[in-house]
């Protein structure tokens, strides 16, 4: 055996560095753990983003269109969205009795070129016929005959003039002429002429309307630009950017405010019952299983009439106390759950056994570990309030005229529905944008924060 | 289960007294004499009420007299219609809802479980990818807004064809019936897609499937036995509160196609201010719902026996 000589050198530590031994991760809280997951969630980042956007649309938006959601262009009625529209400067206004040179030709025609001013027509006086009505229609004149808005009676087979001055939009028009039989009622007979109606203004109109750019000489033929409302305007003229913009505030306002505050309730109420237990608890959860039982919408009326808001009149605050009267049971019955659940905990024992009073408890452990549930709640009840809104003020129950909200805008696009789409879509898309964005986080929410919910979609 | 029924309609009758109550004092809360509107109500009818409601005498008593006339079965007069009962009014214009919610209930329930299982058998592949598009559009959409759209979709149909295909508005036959239906079972049938996905999901990696598929049973065997049976159970838990949404939800699609419904004339009343007919309207469809919930709960109950051990 041979003899192992040992130096001081052998005994030293190799150098070692204490970098290396650390071999964990940097300890991640559960916040920042939940938006590590969230931020790898690509649909619930962009639903963040979209509603990040739609809140800055609406907050910041009025900043930057500045244009009144009240004001009214009545030059521009209905009008479908697009870039400025132009208008040609003619001359004022003249009567016409129907005495012009006749232009060439036979049959229903144009005296002279239609304008938003002043549609004037001519046609051959008829045999027999005892008059004529004038009619003027949106769309084809079909085989049911549907000659649309009757204009006029001309009790004269000789008068075969009519100058339509009514309301005239720039778009195509059908015109017709029904003779009349004797009795004055219209025969099968007619003629249907299309007629394309052009945006004019005259001087002192474009003046008026301060739509004379600063130093310009216009004279008749040029063309003058009228206010711009690039996404069209309402039936009432007033633009509709701008109102979608005074809708979110309302719609916003009530979708957000209102699950803020019932879910705040319902969490008080379900910690109250899920912390004293026995009578308490089934004391308080009977009660919340009697709300739960009312018909939701019915008494979401009821509310609105109870406080006294008539019919037609807009009801923002009955709106949401109502939201929270009825809302409040869900969150209620889950935070119980919880609470029910995180007593039994070993770390709450720990915590009482060093002397923690139920205040710190509840504040310190409980309410903070169901947080993420809780948050989730939220953004799902968000959709679901701004849905209600829409859904009431669309019945003429929530938010009514001169205020806007989404809801109530779309009451209003219904009616006009066939003929000017835009008043319709937009504001129904603006609700389903919304209420898809947060479906979307709520769902990203739910994954990144509920443990135990994760992986079940 | 005949106590576990009992149980349940006890809790039930309960629940419809609350409902009852708290209309009541809802409608008592209206501030000024609900007579005295401009809608100028008739001496007779006034003098009808107040001896019938005893309105000249304390809250408590005008309560005990509603929840009696109520256990009798009698919801009242109508406020603005001389001689109308709310009974009437309910008797006339409930079949017409119950028609159209039961279409649509139906509707979305088979809707829901065919694309939910439809989904689910083929996760990830293309019918799943357009499906949960759809969803996504109907959970999304507000229900108004595919009643306009169904609207003019027909209109635009029969315009197309030349006749009437079905009718664009109004309530008699059948053809009346379908579209309304449809749209109105559009966004449960949506939710309900979701939730027949996700179970479906479930029960596909569920270990007696496994077992099924190991012992060779075929196929649509095991798909109509096994996992079909198990995996509609949460659908039908929750078809209770969807019987609710899809009533209560009608008011917008009686609105827009004209149907003379219950939530047509609810809305009629709110707007001329006829409480009777409110309180009446609410306390009805609120006990309808209860009946609805527990009838749904006591199936529930025989398809799953589960349930009843609880």
């Known amino acids: ?457 | 289960m005949g106590r576990y029924a009992l149980k349940r309609l006890v809790q039930g009758a309960i629940t419809v007294w609350f409902i009852a109550t708290a209309t009541f004092f809802a409608m008592h809360m209206v501030p000024g004499d609900p007579l005295a509107s401009d809608k100028a109500v008739s001496e007779k009818i006034r003098a009808n009420l107040e001896a019938k409601y005893g309105l000249d005498k304390p809250l408590l008593t005008q309560y005990g007299i509603y929840m009696g006339n109520l256990a009798r079965g009698d919801f009242g007069i109508s406020f603005t219609q001389e001689n109308r009962r709310v009974n009437d009014i309910i008797r006339e214009h409930f079949p017409v809802s119950a028609t159209l919610g039961i279409l649509a209930v139906v509707f979305a329930a088979l809707g829901g479980i065919l694309w939910g299982a439809l989904t689910a058998l083929n996760r990830n592949r293309m019918p799943d990818i357009v499906i949960m598009l759809l969803v996504i559009l109907g959970i999304s959409v507000p229900s108004f807004v595919f009643a306009a759209l169904g609207q003019l979709t027909l209109v635009n149909i029969n315009n197309l064809l030349g006749f009437s295909l079905l009718p664009v508005a109004g309530w008699g036959t059948v053809a009346h019936m379908l579209i309304p239906s449809l749209v109105l079972g559009l966004g449960t049938m949506a939710y309900l897609t979701r939730l027949m996905r996700s179970s479906m999901l479930e029960i596909m990696n569920s270990d007696f499937v496994r077992t099924a598929r190991s012992k060779g049973v075929p196929a649509p065997r095991i798909f109509t036995h096994h996992q079909l049976r198990n995996a509609i159970l949460p659908v039908i838990t929750v078809l209770g509160p969807s019987i609710a949404v899809i009533t209560t939800g009608g008011f917008v699609v009686e609105i827009v196609f004209a149907i003379p419904g219950l939530g047509r004339y609810f809305v009629q009343a709110v707007q001329q201010s006829d409480y009777t007919v409110i309180m009446g309207t609410t306390v009805f469809y609120g006990a309808f719902l209860v009946l609805m919930v527990i009838i749904v709960d006591l199936v529930y109950g025989l398809i799953d026996p589960r349930v009843r051990l609880e």
């Open chain 1, 1 to 457: 055996m041979s003899e192992t000589t040992f130096s001081a050198r052998d005994f030293e530590s190799v150098h070692t560095d204490e970098a290396v031994q650390v071999i964990a991760r940097p300890s991640l809280s559960y916040w920042q753990d939940a938006w590590v997951r969230l931020k790898d969630n690509r649909r619930a980042l962009f639903s963040l983003y979209l509603i990040l956007a739609l809140l800055a649309f609406t907050i910041a938006g009025p900043w930057v269109w500045t244009v009144d959601p009240q004001t009214q262009d009545l030059d521009q009625i209905s009008r479908a969205p697009g870039p400025a529209a132009q208008a040609t400067i003619v001359a004022p206004y003249v009567p016409w009795d129907g005495s012009t040179l006749a232009p060439p030709g036979t049959g229903l025609r144009l005296a002279e070129p239609a304008t938003t001013q002043a549609v004037r027509l001519l046609w051959e006086p008829v045999e027999g016929a005892r008059g004529y009505r004038v009619y003027r229609n949106l769309f084809p004149i079909g085989e049911e005959r549907a000659f649309g808005l009757p204009l006029f009676d001309i009790l004269d087979p000789l008068d075969t003039s009519f100058e339509d001055r009514l309301d005239l939009k720039p778009r195509n028009y059908f015109y017709s002429v029904v003779e009349l039989n004797p009795d004055g009622e219209p025969t099968g007979a007619h003629q249907t002429i299309e007629v394309d109606v052009e945006r004019v203004t005259t001087l002192e109109e474009a003046a008026a309307a301060g739509l004379v750019p600063e130093g310009a000489e216009l004279r008749e033929g040029d063309s003058v630009e009228l206010a711009f409302h690039p996404l069209g305007t309402d039936y009432l003229g007033r633009d509709m950017l701008a109102r979608l913009m005074s809708g979110a505030r309302v719609s916003l306002f009530i979708g957000i405010f209102a699950p803020i505050l019932y879910i705040l309730f319902g969490v008080v109420y379900g910690a109250t019952a899920g912390f004293f237990g026995r009578w308490v608890d089934q004391v308080l959860m009977r009660f919340s299983d009697f709300v739960v039982a009312l018909p939701f919408l019915l008494f979401m009326i009821l509310i609105r009439v109870a406080s006294g808001v008539q019919p037609g009149e807009s009801g923002i605050a009955p709106l949401v106390i109502a939201l929270v009267l009825l809302g409040w049971p869900a969150t209620a019955r889950l935070v119980r759950g919880q609470i029910l659940q995180i007593r039994e905990e070993g770390y709450v024992s720990a915590s009482r056994l060093l002397g923690a009073k139920t205040g710190y408890l509840v504040l310190r452990h409980m309410i903070p570990n169901t947080m993420g549930v809780i948050l989730v709640t939220l953004t799902f009840a968000v959709p679901s309030a701004i849905f209600t809104e829409a859904f009431l003020s669309f019945i003429g129950m929530g938010v009514a005229p001169p205020e806007a909200s989404w809801g109530s805008m779309c009451n209003e696009g219904i009616k006009t529905m066939l003929t000017y789409p835009h008043e319709l879509i937009f504001p129904a898309l603006f609700i389903s944008i919304t209420v898809l964005a947060f479906n979307m986080l709520g769902d990203g929410l739910r994954d990144a924060l509920d443990a135990r919910m994760r992986g079940t979609e």
